[in-house]
Every structure is written in C-alpha cells, then in structure tokens.
C-alpha cells in the first residue's frame, strides 16, 4: 500500500523559512516524479512544485519561483520542499504527491503564516 | 501558464440525476488531462488521466471525454458518496496547473 506522510509544518512568521518533508513507502519511490501541491483554507487546490525521478529536473509555479526549492532523497525515499521568504498568501496544507498524473496523495501538513 | 477553467460553480442534483462537469483550457494540453474528487477533510483522489481512462477502482459511472482545450466528467447516476468537489488537472506542460473546482451538492 502507497504511504506518503507529510511532516514539518507549524507556525512561521512572515519572512521565516520552514523545510517540509515527505515520507513515502509502498512503491520503488526512486522511479517516480513527485511533486507538492497546497491548498488555502477553503480554497482549491494549487500546484507548487515537481521533481523528477532521479532529481536532476524540478519545475516551480509562478507564486513560489525563486523561495521554494523542491528536493529529494531517493536512499531514504523522501521529498523536501524547503520554502523561505514565507509570506501570509503561503499559508496552507501542503501535501505531496505520487506520479504524473497524481494517483495517491497525502494528507497534508499545515503551514500557518503570521506574526 | 495555462488555465483552467471549470464550469459550474456548484452543480445541485439530486441521487440517481446525471452529472455534467466542464472544463475548458487556455491552450491545448492534448489528452494530459486528469479529474479528481475531493470530500471534506480527504485527500484528492484520481478519478480520470488521459482525458478518459479511469484509474483504478472507479466505478464504470464515471466517464471523461474530450481532447486539446474542451473536456467533461460525466456521472452517470449520482451515488449519495458522489456528493463532493471536483477538479480537474492539466499536466501536460512542464508545470501543472488545476481548475478551481465544481462542487456537487445534494438538491
């Protein structure tokens, strides 16, 4: 069974950084693109970032370009996504995923921005 | 960028009703086209890729259709667990972009 568990969410403040991780098992992680994906309270979902199977490709979108930098660890089947210069508009769940399209997910892990 | 556009807003049907859910991009994204279903509190979950496969486990009332910019989810016969929020994804492009949603609520 596909596992993905987020960790290393929590309270930053604005300007502050935080790294998020994201424990996979269930599957030959290394032979997967993974990617991160949030979502506001009450918004929908928005992509924020992918990387590729051995790591050598990550793509950003726009609103995180330049503060995000995605990352993995494939002896340890694990994605990073360490997100600096935070700002209130970051605050969200953040949650990785499997694949391309993304056929499993996980649950999230709440990144809250404010002073 | 690419958009998404997905239309209606809300969609208010009732159990066994047919679902229609659009989805219109700014350019073609061919078939990389892919639907999710979202209740409160859950993960997404992968209902359609390739604009009309579905993945595994979807029950046969589910149907995508479509190519490069105009696509549709059909339900065919709305289950009460039916009841949710539906996205759809283009990843077709370097970065993925996703609609902002149709929910389908009970009427």
């Known amino acids: 069974e596909v596992q993905l568990l987020e960790s290393g969410g929590g309270l930053v403040q604005p300007g502050g950084s935080l790294r998020l991780s994201c424990a996979a098992s269930?599957?030959?992680?290394?032979?997967?693109?993974m990617s991160w994906v949030r979502q506001a309270p009450g918004k929908g979902l928005e992509w924020v970032s992918a990387?590729?199977?051995?790591?050598?490709?990550?793509y950003y979108a726009d609103s995180v370009k330049g503060r995000f930098t995605v990352s993995r660890d494939n002896s340890k089947s694990t994605l990073y996504l360490q997100m600096s210069s935070l700002g209130a508009e970051d605050t969200a769940i953040y949650s990785c995923?499997?694949?391309?399209?993304?056929?499993?997910w996980g649950q999230g892990t709440l990144v809250t921005v404010s002073s | 960028e690419i958009v998404l556009t997905q239309s209606p807003g809300t969609l208010s049907l009732s159990p066994g009703e047919r679902a229609t859910l659009s989805c219109r991009a700014s350019?073609?994204?061919?078939?990389?086209l892919a639907w999710y279903q979202q209740k409160p509190g859950q993960a997404p979950r992968l209902l359609i890729y390739g604009a009309s496969s579905r993945a595994t486990g979807i029950p046969d009332r589910f149907s995508g259709s479509g190519s490069a910019t105009d696509f549709t989810l059909t339900i065919s016969r709305l289950e009460p667990e039916d009841f949710a929020v539906y996205y759809c994804?283009?990843?077709?492009?370097?970065?993925?972009?996703f609609g902002q949603g149709t929910k389908v609520e009970i009427k």
């Open positions: 995923a499997k694949g391309r399209p993304f056929d499993s």
């Open positions: 350019q073609s994204v061919s078939s990389y």
């Open positions: 990387i590729s199977p051995s790591g050598s490709s990550t």
């Open positions: 994804q283009q990843y077709g492009s370097s970065s993925c972009t």
């Open positions: 269930g599957f030959t992680f290394r032979s997967y693109a």
